[in-house]
């Protein structure tokens, strides 16, 4: 696929990285300020979601523009649709990341529940998924971007151990049972977050390959072709 030299696209690619780069300090921001019990943090954490709703707004006035004007070829009109889907999913991924700093005050407030290492653990590789995902709009690396998609499952599978050990906790004890439900939450988060990341790897491969590989076993055997 041919680079883009177009000022106008480069302009457009610029802000999908700088979306990116926030979305991602968002993500490590929010978890600090859960382990660290970190008020100041997390309302840092809500302040930057005011940008990257400005810039999402900002990135789909650019496509709709250059659409309009250009009459873009079809691997130009591949990257502006992918831009625009991965902006959508980053300013989602911002959401998580304030709805998750949402609950520290909650937790601060009372002792730990149990060791936040698994929750420290998944968004790690969520944030690993997202900073690859947007390498690879870069690199244009679909293999890269292919082998994001399937480190969903990973993040899904330490999702499941959590709520299994919570749900065992409230039975047990049911004065954890609002501590329980926060930490359940922040890890939904956290989950959907790394569904995020997949989703714009997807959107990467479809700019590279110009195919849709959503909802097939491409995107979840390592062995698949």
Known sequence: MKRFFDAELETFRSHLVLMGEIAVRQVRQAMEAVVHSDLSLADQVVAADDELDQLEIKIDEEAIRYMNLRS????????????????????????????????????????????????????????????????????EDDDKAMAVCRRDAEVDAINKQLYRELTSYMIENPATTTRALAVMFISKSVERIADHASNIAEEMIYLARGRDVRHTEDTKNPNAG
């Open 72 to 139: 873009p070829v079809a691997t130009e009109l591949r990257l502006v649709i992918v831009g625009m889907k991965a902006s959508h999913d980053l300013e989602r991924v911002g959401d998580e990341a304030t709805n998750i700093v949402r609950r520290v005050a909650q937790l601060s407030s009372e002792p730990p529940l149990k060791s936040y290492v698994d929750l420290s653990r998944m968004a790690a590789i969520a944030v690993a998924m997202l900073r690859d995902a947007l390498d690879c709009f870069l690199q």
